[in-house]
């Protein structure tokens, strides 16, 4: 029998399917969230954002049941050693063993992210104080990682042999992406914050590896490797990303962030 909620205003049909597998799963959305969802889910594809995602977390949730449910695929993610969840700011590590396990292998997965064509990114929520942690990532022996350096700033990578130092400073909080298109060349791996570009390189591409995507750390053999003692509100994994395109889901994503509570 579908949820009443189904019939109190939403129509978007991921959505709708997105509530169910929350509810499924033993958690629940109220009718002012399940809204809010829609807002954001009708944007990205108003943007043709969608079409490029294999899945999108909204962490910063109403319960840790519907923040570890993808809303694109719904798939859940696990909470491996108890990550702290609270609500309406996200899952955070604890610098030690706690990590989410976000159930997607690119190299098995067969989606939208590639070894040549590819994108993921985390909205940091608190800042990580641990030098050299991983807030995410799939690969701890190459660059496919967003990193806290120990020069208090951050370093991404995304299908290439090391990460790249973005400059950014330890006080700042919001959306990092990192986004590949191409095998290598100019321009072919690109570092954004909160939209804007900070670095473009030219690493060729490295072969994904047999692991999961995790947050609050990254996969190395299978397991955590440099856990984080952040707070994420979001993480997202896909295909490439243009530069306009990365302005568009951070714009929609810091509209939804603004709308829980989230500076």
Known sequence: MLDLLLFSGVTDPDVKQWVQAVRSAGGRVSTARAALMEKLVKGLKADGLWPL?????????????????????RVLAAAVNSPPFTTNRGYAGDGLSAYLDLNIN???????????????GAWIVIQNSVTGARLMGYDGLNGTELRYNAAANY?????????????IASTSLGLMVATRVGASGAGSQNTYYNGANLVADNQAST?????????????????IAAPCDARLGVSFIGGS????????????????MTAVGVP
């Open 53 to 73: 995602l294999d899945e999108l977390w909204i962490f910063a949730a109403e319960n840790g049941t519907q923040a570890r449910t993808g809303v694109k695929a």
């Open 106 to 120: 690119p190299s098995t997965a067969a989606g939208r992210f590639t070894r040549n064509d590819a994108s993921y």
């Open 155 to 167: 370093g991404m990578g995304i299908n290439s042999a090391s990460y790249t130092p973005t400059g």
């Open 241 to 256: 990303l243009t530069a306009v395109q990365v302005t568009s889901l951070y714009s929609r994503l810091r509209t939804h």
């Open 207 to 223: 072969a994904l590896p047999n692991w999961n995507f995790f947050a609050l750390g990254t996969s190395q053999f299978g397991g």
